[in-house]
């Protein structure tokens, strides 16, 4: 018993020590923690607002497009008048408390893959040339990573005089990603009756080019030795094909142009009217930019970007 009492006079202090040393371990923790945690509401905060500046650009990206799309909208007439390439005056609006500002810049749809001269929107003639894609040509290899197409153009000429071909472009959307994923035209031939013919093409025809919306086959002809149509060759179709390394791509938008010596430049398309809408929305310091594609009046988004470089 008197042993064990020396024992324990022998401890005595040795709680003080260890609540010393947790207290300057806590001290030496605290302080950190306390800033890591002040650090961490102060990230939240600026989350959120973030989050609440896309969602307000997005709301504008929305009510562009309404705009656009919608006859009754307050500037359905305004962004439909605007000239190709021509950018809107912006647009205010509140959302959540937000103040957001959005402008619009509607672009031709294949301006930018042909030269001006060769080009004129709103053209007629529309039903003088026919574009199929048969469904049953289309070949899907998943093992070794490409789809197939199978295309037929067809022109069908009835009217006076005669028209010389000089161009003919065929255009895909969406864009196949990597341009290296597309492949062609190949395989392209007249048919065995009717005035195609590829004997006279342009060093460099066909030409594949590509645009934020997708893709366009640019066939050239030199100058005043296209196919000519007259009154006893009314008609003329070519076939080719293209593949595209990505075996799940899908078109969602075709149609094919053409131009005519005669005509000063005609434009003959079968799907007129074709317009992109280039959409810039700001919330606070977010921007939210998106490109849409205009098919005669449903809209498809083509890109959504956040803060574009």
């Keep these: 018993m008197k042993l064990l009492k020396e024992m324990n006079k022998k401890e005595s202090g040795q709680a003080l020590i260890l609540v010393l040393i947790l207290l300057l371990v806590g001290g030496l923790i605290i302080a950190p923690l306390l800033a890591f945690m002040s650090t961490g509401l102060i990230v939240g905060r600026v989350y959120e607002q973030k989050m609440d500046e896309v969602y307000a650009a997005d709301a504008g990206v929305e009510d562009a497009i ?9 500037y359905y007439e305004d962004l439909q008048d605007l000239n190709v390439n021509e950018e809107s005056n912006p647009y205010d609006l509140t959302v959540n408390d937000l103040s957001v500002s959005y402008t619009v810049t509607k672009l031709a749809l294949i301006s930018g893959l042909i030269d001006d001269s060769e080009y004129k929107l709103d053209q ?6 026919d574009f199929t894609i048969p469904e049953d040509e289309i070949d899907r290899n998943y093992d070794e ?4 197409y199978y295309c037929e ?3 069908y000429y009835d009217g006076t005089g005669n028209r010389t071909l000089q161009t003919v472009g065929a255009f895909f959307s969406p864009i196949a990603g990597d341009q290296s994923l597309v492949d062609g035209p190949y395989g392209y031939e007249g048919t065995e009756t009717g005035v195609m013919d590829f004997a006279q093409l342009e ?3 066909p030409e594949t080019k590509f645009s934020s919306g997708g893709f366009a086959f640019i066939w050239r002809w030199e100058s005043n030795q296209g196919p000519l149509f007259d009154q006893n060759n009314r008609d003329g179709a070519f076939s080719f094909k293209f593949k595209v390394y990505d075996p799940d791509w899908e078109y969602t938008l075709y149609f094919v142009w053409a131009t005519f010596k005669e005509q000063d430049i005609s434009y003959v ?4 009217d074709l317009y992109r809408w280039l959409i810039e929305a700001t919330a606070g310091d977010t921007e939210v930019r998106s490109l849409v594609l205009d098919e005669l ?8 970007e956040i803060n574009p470089q």
């Design 203 to 205: 060093s460099g025809s």
């Design 297 to 304: 009046g449903t809209l498809d988004i083509l890109t959504w």
């Design 269 to 272: 398309t079968n799907a007129p």
């Design 145 to 148: 990573g490409w789809v197939e």
């Design 66 to 74: 309404y705009n656009i799309i919608t006859p009754a909208a307050p």
């Design 124 to 129: 007629p003639h529309a039903d003088w040339v």
């Design 153 to 155: 153009i067809t022109f």
